[in-house]
């Protein structure tokens, strides 16, 4: 068992801590009454396990169905009306029970629903162990774009299982796998050689991809300046992701084009070393997340003008020094 505790919540991993669920509830929760929001492919391989957790309450479940589709404003209305029909009270608790999809929307009915309700994680993607369940960020995507409604809404307790990742999609895992690559390049040596070493990952390896985004949350909790490293990737990454409409590519692999773009942006710089350039290609070959022939920069430059994080003065880029070391550097378009 690994504990975080110096966020404002803390975070335990371990292999079988979903049978923990219920008992870690009651270190702040006195209700009788829980709210599960899952997902109908989550659901469907964990109801009798998760029931079991919490066989020492009454338990309500609101199940959306699977897909960035769900992350959607009407989603959003209804999961919030069928919450009230089922009774669910200011002082009740609302546990996430899913992928990313199911942890922001989840998130952002807790944080918006009478004002705000308390909330609970539990993430079954390997993503949103290592990523979307750490740093309280919550929301919805409007036709317009991704992630446009939004707040930030710290959990009471987030709760990762390795072991619900057996039933996961290979491409769902590397899709994890790549936001655990992008952790190790801007802040962890160890835990890149540990990627390039072993193909599953274990609680060590979550627990190293967490502590990067960790400490960068910490240090800048409402994204005012540092946190943006943690976008290492990302700018291209979005643009393409939004080029091909979000159908092509899984965000993990939109992110690795992303990834090799950017550290060719650093050996042309003389920030980043060619050798991890080539390191890191082999990597993500290895986990599928790229195929030849590789994207290419001058086909997606047009869509970063639309990408929200972009300054009117330019482009705040993050390049890579070293594995485990990132920059920020002003670029232009
Ligand atoms: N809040 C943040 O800081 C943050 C950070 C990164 C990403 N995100 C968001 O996360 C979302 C993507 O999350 P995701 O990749 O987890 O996608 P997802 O929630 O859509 O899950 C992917 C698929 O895996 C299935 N699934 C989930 N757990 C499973 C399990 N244990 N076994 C079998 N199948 C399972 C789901 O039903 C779904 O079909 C995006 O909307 C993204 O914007 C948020």
Request: aromatic share 8%; no cysteine.
């Amino acid at each position: 068992l690994i504990e975080h505790k110096n966020l404002s919540y803390p975070i335990y991993i371990e292999a079988g801590a979903l049978e923990r669920l219920g008992e870690m509830l009651l270190t702040f929760y006195q209700g009788r009454e829980v709210f599960v929001i899952s997902d109908r492919t989550v659901f469907g391989y964990y109801r009798d396990a998760l029931f079991a957790a919490l066989a020492a309450y009454s338990v309500e479940t609101v199940i959306i169905e699977p897909g960035e589709g769900s992350k959607s404003l009407s989603t959003y209305e209804d999961v919030a009306r069928r919450l009230i029909e089922k009774g669910i009270r200011r002082d009740h608790l609302i546990i996430a029970f899913g992928g990313g999809v199911v942890g922001d929307l989840a998130g952002f009915v807790a944080a918006t629903l009478y004002r705000g309700i308390r909330w609970v994680q539990v993430p079954t993607t390997l993503l949103a162990q290592v990523d979307s369940s750490i740093g309280a960020k919550v929301g919805v995507n409007l036709p317009l774009g991704k992630n446009l409604i939004g707040a930030f809404h710290d959990p009471e307790l987030v709760l990762i299982d390795p072991k619900l990742l057996d039933t996961l999609e290979n491409r769902e895992y590397n899709n994890g796998i790549a936001e655990m690559i992008k952790a190790a390049l801007i802040g962890d040596p160890i835990l890149y050689e540990r990627l390039k070493e072993n193909e599953r990952v274990g609680i060590e390896e979550i627990d190293r991809a967490i502590s990067v985004k960790k400490r960068i949350v910490l240090e800048d909790p409402y994204e005012q300046g540092l946190r943006m490293v943690l976008n290492f990737g990302h700018t291209f990454g979005h643009a393409i992701e939004r080029a091909h409409g979000y159908k092509t590519y899984k965000h993990g692999e939109a992110i690795s084009y992303g990834m090799l773009i950017a550290l060719l942006v650093g050996i042309e710089r003389k920030i980043t070393p060619k050798a991890l350039y080539d390191d890191v290609k082999d990597l993500l070959f290895a986990r599928g997340l790229v195929e030849l022939p590789l994207l290419e920069r001058k086909d997606y430059v047009k869509e970063i003008a639309y990408d929200k994080k972009q300054r009117a003065d330019g482009l705040r880029f993050i390049l890579i020094k070293d594995i485990g070391q990132a920059v920020i550097e002003q670029v232009d378009l």
